[in-house]
């Protein structure tokens, strides 16, 4: 007799699952997640290993002391969770009062004011990439995403069948979006582009001049610029932050952003999309609207969190950022010098902001290696030790490493992989080739 898919046919039969087709979204997801790549990784560990499991993959270092938050921050969510008047369900939007705050405090580095009605809080900033990309994901249209770039865009497009079109990033210059290549691959469904600044993966920070190119080109294209800014103002580098919103005059700017990396709380999962744009595009296209109704019926962050917002803003002493900076200096100091020791990777360029830095896999000067998630699990196995391959960030045989970690782990790390190389490497070769 014969059978469907999944499952025998009964004596009344019935017509193949149709649902079954939804299992292709859940294996593409799992391929464009950091936090899948980092599990999978982490299974190669050996257990027997004493050394502590160093973790370079991922941007958390909310588990060192040296990295711990404020202590405003603290005391604001404590207060606001004792005052018994945050526990209920908050407005989909957010706190009238939270996004008030907030909308002060972007201002001060804008050139006009933004209200309470451009800001949206959102669970993370993981959150808001799901709405921004939610509400855009219209049929036949595209976005524009940078390669190498964070995977949770991309990952979000294929839930909602948006096509991505990818820009290149150029290492040679600072990790400069490659300008010119952007009209070539937008056409009349391209709906935005993606930039992250300061950049994830890549450790740049963006000039003034070079923002100002991109908006130039997302007005002659008609698109909006999403402008990924969760790690805004951990510079470290000569190039000061300059937020994208600047240059909303010229292109309408979504800014997503967050505390979790600027005040080092992931866990708070407190995020939130700003509107920049003062000549009201989005709200005339519906835009605006759409982010509203969508968060209507989303999950919302915690409302003490929210609650707390104010005075976390208000509260949180300027010698609290110096010190993170102050660690982030140094260990990014550490980082590009050790890597200048191993042969097997090459650093483009130093890291500039962001906590990350992204590193070129020299496959030929290595023996039984064959890309970057093989190193990556090899590395794991062997030295205890967790990177992040490129190729889930689009640039195969790349590696990401983070340094946002206290300097003696950092060093022990970069050690290990030093030392992981050398084993590795190949036999008889004449002058390194």
Known sequence: MATHAGGENGSGGH??????????????????????????????????????VLPLAHGDPSVFPAFRTAAEAEDAVAAALRTGKFNCYPAGVGLPDARRALAEHLSSDLPYKLSTDDIFLTAGGTQAIEVVVSVLAQPGTNILLPRPGYPNYEARAGLHNLEVRRFDLIPERGWEIDIDSLESIADKNTTAMVIINPNNPCGSVYTHEHLAKVAEVARKLGILVIADEVYGNLVFGDTPFVPMGVFGHIAPVLSIGSLSKRWIVPGWRLGWVAVCDPNKILQKTKIIASITNFLNVSTDPATFIQGALPHILENTKEDFFKRIIGLLVETSEICYREIKDIKCITCPHKP??????????????????????????????????????????????????TFAIDSSSLLDGLERIKSFCQRHKKKNLLNGH
Request: proline content about 3%; aromatic content about 8%; charged content about 30%.
């Open 352 to 401: 500039e902001g962001s906590m990350f830095v992204m590193v070129k896999l020299n496959l030929y000067l290595l023996e039984g290696i064959h890309d970057d998630i093989d190193f990556c699990c090899k590395l794991a196995k062997e030295e205890s030790v967790i990177l992040c391959p490129g190729s889930v960030l689009g640039m195969e045989n790349w590696i990401r490493i």
């Open 15 to 52: 017509a193949e699952w149709r649902f079954a087709r939804a299992g292709k979204e859940a294996v593409a997801g799992d391929k464009m997640s950091i936090r899948a790549a980092r599990f999978k990784i982490s299974e190669s560990v050996d257990a027997r290993d004493p050394r502590p």
